[in-house]
């Protein structure tokens, strides 16, 4: 049984802000609760007040009194909870110790002194719990994001916590890596813990949810029980700013797209466009191959064609080289193949020039002190009206002057968003722009794209959303190895 | 809450950022000392530890606020000199610099601006325990092979005469405060802009 | 350090670290002069030999490439070298022949210890935690440091920053700056994530990671003391 009563708490890094006002909450064991609400209003705070990471790692200001089974937590420190609370993060990339990954299962027992061989054993329970087999005694730095999460889950299994916290598990996470994690969580709840999931990605918890609590800049707005929520449609989802509900691949939305336009063809009969004819002012790329080092072929593209001032999803199984494709047809990644823009033939050092990527990382791509110069530095002609004109665009004009790397995640991705309208480049490449952002932010993102086609750019996304998909992109190609 | 981060003892946050610092200034000083294989660079290496290491150590202090992170990282930075063939002489020198480094920035209150810059000054002389052994066993290995002939040996020793270390020493320590220097202007443009001081 | 268990080594992390100290001693520092000379032209091939056995060819032939390249110098061109030239010879192939052993034995136990074991060994040869830990967080930070560091670089010959380019007399200051402040934003998280799981929870540890000496460990401990016996007896006599 976990409690809040009358929780306050302000973080000292944003004074201003209260980030939660008068919580009062109770929730039972063995029960799982999604909490979600827009980017900001209070859900992570809420986690880490239960896992001791405030105050031990952030500061701030509590009042309010927090229970569990009836033990005031104020008394207890951070290593008081392990063993009792397990938490998944929100980057796969950021939560494992070790290189190895028998090792990382092993960590939290290791430090709680536990016995060589009941490690051993509890390890051999989750392995097979997880069917993780294949995953052992691999270097973690090879895994693809959904391995890595697959692992964090495990080794907080290994510790067998009664109680399972996760802020944003699957915001790095591709549909078929999400539906994975779907099923451990399910697999928690069969075992009985009381689990608390943080998301804004609701569709793959939906229906294991026992509860849905709805945060508002930092209290509670709806509490809704599973009979409630189980009928839950998308346009109520809508109505409370939540994403959709929908658990629909990216393959089946393109499969749906594809019928749909065959549909539309035979009613008006509009001039055909059949896979292999195509129309002159297509991009048009031809034999994109690429192998790692290890020789492992990770991209095999003979032909492929895009249409101009339209915008084209990349869906895909994880780990099929789509993030590598992008990386070949922008020019970073040197290969041989070959793009035609306008019937002239472009390499991958021409291509440098006319293609802008947006990475799925933003944070790689923040150069400068402010938002501004990040935008000037962009543009092949510094014209600092423009500049802010675009940032007005982005609905970034307040942020102007403020640190690119101190703004939120959707801020970032939109300041990247800008620097690729500064840079005028006719084609515009975007890896997973809506990971971890809420409906709000993504609707924005979908919207600037949505001008940047009337302005005759083409976008090519790589992209597991298909609320996103639905709302900006005009074609949607499968990609598979 | 009653916070654990009171004592003085080292918690494991303290010891993760050694870590990551430690990672980030080796990667950079691996990454010059790439251009240590033309032999001229291999003498100024220490001094460009100094100025381009100097800035991820300078954002490291301001996360130092306990006594012990400096030394440690100082005697981590000898340990892997002596993993990678720099014999164990850097080891006992980086652990005295390391001190020194320790007490100029704990005189600062593990704080002051002023004793930041001078303990970039002195830390990255832990590189210099890398030339020791140039100087130390000269004479022995040119016994050995007298075939070189006299004059090219003497002539060697003619360009590495033993105050030669003390002058590598001191151009290490005016780099490093310039590093000092560097990383506290990027330090207020950047760092603490961005929230990561 | 790797994760693989593939590339594991046959040799217990502690018998590694005795042997750099012995390539430091004998091979670089040239200890025992002429009378050691077959032990160590035997600790000269050994590294090659080890990580022939890892399975580690490339850096087993492009240290014998380097080598034999410099025993070249040393031996065909330096007799016939005047001048600056011959005192430039003198020194590079100095450096290299006494360094490059040395090198490679540390490339060797980098390359084939896990970072499991390394920790395990220092358990076992009872280094304080306050070493232990940040080296094992070190070893774990370099590929991520890497990684970032390459992604920054993609960004910026995509944005036309780079050499050359514009805005290069600011070219450090982007390339570091992110570079850092992302590691440093890693870090932070990776920190967050460590202590939940009970990381600096308490003196004690247990560890899976199943060290110990086997036959190669005695066998390289016989041929250490071997070297050791005969350059003391000749001190001695």
Do not use: A
């Given at each position: 049984m976990i409690q809040f009563e009358k929780v306050n708490f302000t973080y000292t890094a944003n004074p201003e802000e209260m980030s939660l006002r008068n919580i009062s909450l109770a929730i039972k064991d063995g029960e799982c609760v999604l909490l979600t609400g827009p980017s900001g209003c209070g859900k992570s705070t809420l986690l880490r007040l239960l896992n001791g990471l405030i105050p031990e790692f952030y500061d701030g200001d509590m009042t309010g009194k927090i229970f569990i089974d009836g033990t005031?937590?104020?008394?207890?420190?951070?290593?008081?909870f392990v063993g009792k609370i397990g938490t998944v993060f929100q980057n796969p990339r950021s939560q494992f110790f070790n290189v190895d990954t028998t090792s990382e299962l092993a960590f939290g027992c290791e430090n709680m002194a536990i016995p060589e061989a009941e490690i051993l054993s509890r390890m051999e329970g989750t392995v097979s719990a997880f069917r993780i087999e294949k995953l052992?005694?691999?270097?973690?730095?090879?895994?693809?994001g959904g391995e890595k999460q697959k692992i964090a889950c495990a080794s907080i299994h290994v510790l067998g916590p009664d109680i399972i916290l996760l802020d944003e598990p699957s915001a790095n996470l591709d549909y078929e890596a999400a539906e994975n994690l779907r099923q451990i969580i399910q697999c928690w709840k069969e075992e009985g813990k009381t689990i608390l999931i943080a998301e804004h990605r609701i569709n793959y918890v939906w229906d294991l949810a026992d509860r849905v609590v709805i945060f508002e800049a930092g209290r509670v707005v709806h509490d809704f029980e599973k009979k409630e929520i189980s009928s839950f449609t998308d346009e109520q989802c809508r109505g409370y700013k939540l994403r959709s509900l929908k658990r629909i691949s990216p393959q089946e939305i393109a499969f749906e797209k594809r019928n749909r336009a065959e549909n539309r063809k035979k009613n008006i009969n509009a001039e055909g466009r059949e896979g292999n004819d195509f129309r002159k002012e297509d991009i048009r790329l031809e034999g994109f191959t690429y192998a790692y080092k290890s020789g492992e072929n990770v991209l095999n593209i003979r032909k492929m064609q895009i249409k101009r001032a339209k915008a084209t999803a990349i869906v895909g199984a994880n780990g099929a080289g789509k993030t590598t494709f992008l990386e070949c047809l922008c020019g970073i990644r040197k290969n041989k193949g070959k793009m035609w823009l306008d019937g002239k033939e472009y390499d991958s050092k021409a291509r440098l020039k006319v293609i802008f990527m947006v990475m799925q990382d933003p944070n790689h791509q923040l150069f400068t002190e402010s938002v501004l110069d990040e935008v000037l530095i962009s543009m092949p002609e510094e014209n600092e009206e423009r500049a802010k004109q675009i940032l007005s665009q982005v609905d970034l004009s307040d942020f102007a002057d403020r640190h690119p790397m101190s703004l939120s995640g959707g801020q970032k991705q939109r300041v990247a968003l800008a620097c690729a309208i500064a840079s005028e480049c006719p084609i515009l490449l975007l890896d997973?722009?809506?990971?971890?952002?809420d409906l709000t932010h993504m609707l924005e993102v979908a919207e600037i794209l949505n001008q940047l086609k009337k302005q005759g750019r083409t976008i090519i996304t790589v992209t597991h959303d298909s609320e996103f998909i639905e709302k900006c992109c005009d074609e949607v190609i499968v990609y598979g190895k | 809450m009653n916070k654990q981060t009171n004592s003085n003892r080292l918690n494991g946050r303290d010891l993760i950022n050694i870590g990551i610092y430690s990672a980030i200034y080796l990667v950079l000083a691996i990454a010059l000392a790439m251009?240590?294989?033309?032999p001229i660079f291999l003498i100024l290496l220490s001094s460009m530890y100094g100025i381009i290491c100097g800035i991820p150590f300078m954002l490291f202090l301001t996360k130092v606020k306990k006594p012990g992170m400096i030394f440690i990282m100082s005697v981590i930075m000898g340990v892997v000199m002596f993993a990678t063939g720099m014999t164990w002489m850097p080891i006992p020198f980086s652990v005295v610099t390391g001190i020194i480094a320790e007490i100029v920035y704990r005189s600062g209150n593990y704080s002051s601006m002023k004793a930041a810059v001078l303990t970039c000054g002195i830390f990255p002389m832990w590189a210099c325990g890398n030339y020791l052994p140039l100087f130390v066993q000269r004479e022995q290995y040119f016994a050995e092979r007298a075939s070189y002939g006299q004059e090219y040996a003497d002539a060697v020793m003619r360009m590495t005469p033993n105050w030669m270390f003390f002058v590598l020493l001191i151009m290490t320590f005016v780099c490093g405060i310039m590093g000092g220097l560097i990383g506290k202007k990027l330090l207020k443009k950047h760092f603490v802009k961005a929230g990561i001081a | 350090m790797s994760g693989n268990a593939s590339k594991k080594s046959f040799l217990d992390p502690r018998t590694k670290l005795l042997l750099v100290l012995v390539e430091a001693v004998l091979v670089l520092a040239t200890a025992g002069g002429e009378r050691l000379f077959w032990f160590r032209i035997l600790f000269t091939v050994l590294p090659f030999l080890l990580l022939f056995t890892a399975g580690r060819y490339k850096s087993c032939i492009t240290g014998g490439i380097v080598l034999g390249i410099t025993l070249f110098l040393q031996y065909a061109v330096f007799p016939k070298a005047q001048g600056g030239l011959a005192m430039i010879l003198l020194i590079v192939t100095s450096v290299i022949t006494r360094f490059l052993p040395a090198y490679l034995i540390g490339a060797y136990v980098i390359q084939t210890t896990k970072v499991s074991e390394f920790k395990a060994a220092m358990e076992k040869m009872h280094m304080p935690d306050e070493l232990t830990i940040p080296m094992c967080v070190m070893f774990r930070f370099f590929p991520t440091v890497r990684e970032e560091s390459t992604s920054i670089q993609a960004a910026m010959k995509m944005r036309g920053i780079g050499m050359g380019g514009r805005k290069a007399s600011e070219m450090p200051e982007y390339r570091l700056v992110p570079m850092i402040s992302c590691s440093a934003k890693i870090g932070e998280e990776l920190s967050a994530a460590a202590l939940t799981r009970g990381l600096g929870k308490s003196r004690k540890r247990t560890n899976i990671c199943r060290i110990g000496f086997g036959i190669f460990d005695y066998l390289i401990f016989a041929l250490v003391l071997a070297t050791c016996v005969y350059w003391i007896t000749g001190v001695i006599g």
């Open positions: 005031d937590i104020s008394e207890k420190g951070i290593y008081d052992m005694d691999r270097n973690i730095f090879e895994l693809s997973e722009p809506t990971s971890g952002l | 251009t240590g294989l033309i | -």
